[in-house]
């Protein structure tokens, strides 16, 4: 019994992180600010530098803070009411799968940067600042978005590692694993040298942004 009760919190607190991160803020966000449906923008996708591509730089802005948010706020809203770390550690996944495979859109969401990072410094802040860092450093070298992202997402199980902190490593590699698939397509164009700088317009190759 008491295992199928751990069970049913450990769903729930997935299920949590998943309702938050489903929100679907650059859809909402692009629509408000006139651009129309932003799934018939650019890479069609709903992340901030897809919304970027739109000319609505306020817009983008919001949809990066947002998605953010709602991973930390996944994380910490799990740590009040659960306590247990591993109950946080299932809210933080599920924060990401909701953002990546939102059902309101038929699973066709995001590729997880802005809320993993979200989900990175509400676990250990140290560690996600340090990952945002990576992210920053990284495009203001080769200012391509997806680049940075995947740099930056693969040094963080190592920078959760450094701080001691094995469970949340465990969870960073699984999503790292999980960001990697979801920018299969940016990783063939930047073999390819073809992957678009950021700020850069786009004719409207599906795939063609990430996040």
């Given at each position: ?13 997935l299920l949590l992180g998943y309702l938050l991160g489903s929100i679907p803020f650059g ?46 706020a996944a994380v910490l809203l799990a740590r009040s009411f659960f306590v247990a770390d591993?109950?946080t550690i299932a809210a933080a996944l599920g924060a990401v799968l909701g953002h990546l ?111």
């Amino acid at each position: 019994m008491e295992n199928d009760a751990n069970a049913v919190v450990a769903l729930m607190a997935l299920l949590l992180g998943y309702l938050l991160g489903s929100i679907p803020f650059g859809l909402f966000f692009t629509y408000a600010s006139g651009a129309g449906d932003i799934r018939a923008i650019g890479s069609g996708n709903i992340g901030a530098t897809n919304v970027l591509r739109t000319g609505k730089k306020w817009a983008a802005v919001a949809t990066l803070l947002c998605d953010g948010a709602k991973g930390a706020a996944a994380v910490l809203l799990a740590r009040s009411f659960f306590v247990a770390d591993g109950l946080t550690i299932a809210a933080a996944l599920g924060a990401v799968l909701g953002h990546l495979f939102p059902v309101w859109l038929k699973f066709k969401g995001g590729k997880g940067v802005a809320t993993y990072l979200g989900v990175a410094i509400a676990l250990y802040w140290p560690v996600g600042l340090g990952v945002a860092a990576t992210w920053l450093i990284c495009a203001f070298i080769w200012r391509i978005s997806s680049l940075s992202a995947l740099i930056a997402i693969a040094l963080s199980p190592a920078y959760f590692l450094l701080s001691h902190h094995d469970g949340y490593a465990a969870l960073a590699l699984l999503l790292s694993a999980l960001i990697y698939y979801m920018h299969r397509e940016n990783i063939r164009r930047l073999i390819r040298g073809e992957e678009p700088r950021i700020g850069s317009k786009s004719s409207g190759a599906k795939g063609a942004t990430p996040h």
